[in-house]
């Protein structure tokens, strides 16, 4: 089958991928969702899953549009790797897109109307009266969207390694610090207040243009707001247009865009992410991680310099 070919538009390429192991001490299982995501805004070029040694698993399609596999694990060590090269966008976030009006929900297309209500983690009812007194005079639409990412970004310390998986949007808010995850809940939580369909994304997020002194290569988590037929992205993480998003998964919350959920008597004991800029033709998957090849972790966007 001849290659898909590349749109003129995605001139920058990347690696992204992630190495997992579990150790197992009894029956267990568990569902991964790991691989990039159908998405206009990235094409991937090529991509290589792992799953432990020829482990029995069964690839599906979740009700929001993951791509899933649910893997039967062995007893002892389980050994994962996803690795892609991916052409994305030189250009940020929504780039010379119009901002429509939204619209009202007897008008929302059907399948949104479930991303306007609360959730788990995105526990909207509990935040009603905060969100009208902060943001209740400011005008409905993205001029809204854009304060609630501000507001979050401006008050809510960022603190790596703090994450937790039983904290909702409420209790953040009401703790006061997180990691992208929380500040994704919050964001979709409030936009949900107002009637937004909100949605929590999941994905890698390279450094393009974006210098990260820490060299920190995580899965990144932010939101999408759905405002006049289109979904647009607010990540209240950086609060800024970022360039070079991947998208892996979509859903009401953590609960959707999980990379992993266990399943018995198993447990994670190693986790690596990647995601940086290469040159198109110089890296293929399955290569060493060299990170003396990457562009981008600094303010200068670098363009391909092709093979």
């Not at 929001?64 to 966008?89: E, K, M, T, W």
Request: glycine residues 8%; hydrophobic residues 40%.
């Amino acid at each position: 089958m001849e290659p898909k070919p590349v749109p003129a538009h995605l001139e920058l390429t990347v690696r992204v991928g992630c190495s997992l192991v579990y150790e197992v001490t009894g029956t267990a299982s568990v569902l991964l969702n790991v691989k990039a995501g159908a998405d206009a805004r990235h094409q991937v070029l090529a991509e290589a899953l792992t799953l432990g040694d020829n482990l029995r698993s069964d690839q599906f399609t979740d009700s929001h549009g993951n791509a899933c596999y649910r893997v039967a694990l062995a007893p002892g060590s389980n050994y994962f790797r996803h690795d892609a090269i991916v052409a994305v966008s030189s250009k940020p976030d929504d780039y010379g897109v119009a901002i429509p009006a939204p619209q009202e929900p007897g008008a929302l297309p059907l399948e949104f109307l479930r991303y306007t209500l609360p959730s788990r983690y995105c526990d909207s009812d509990k935040l009603v009266n905060f969100a009208w007194e902060k943001f209740g005079a400011v005008e409905h639409g993205w001029v809204r969207v854009q304060a609630i990412s501000k507001w979050i970004h401006e008050n809510i310390e960022y603190r790596y390694l703090s994450g937790r998986s039983d904290l909702s949007a409420w209790d953040i808010l009401s703790r006061g610090y997180g990691v992208c995850r929380d500040f994704a809940h919050l964001a979709v939580a409030l936009n949900r207040t107002f009637n937004v369909p909100s949605r929590y994304v999941t994905g890698h997020l390279p450094d393009i243009g974006f210098p990260d002194p820490e060299g920190h290569m995580d899965f990144h988590a932010y939101a999408e707001v759905y405002l006049g037929g289109r979904w647009f992205t607010t990540d209240a993480r950086f609060h800024e247009p970022r360039i070079g998003r991947i998208t892996v998964s979509r859903g009401m919350d953590a609960v959707d865009g999980a990379f992993s959920t266990i399943y018995g008597g198993a447990t994670l004991s190693y986790f690596q992410v990647w995601a940086y800029q290469v040159s198109r033709g110089r890296v293929g998957v399955g290569d060493p991680l060299d990170l003396t090849k990457r562009l981008d972790n600094q303010w200068a966007v670098q363009m391909d310099r092709g093979a």
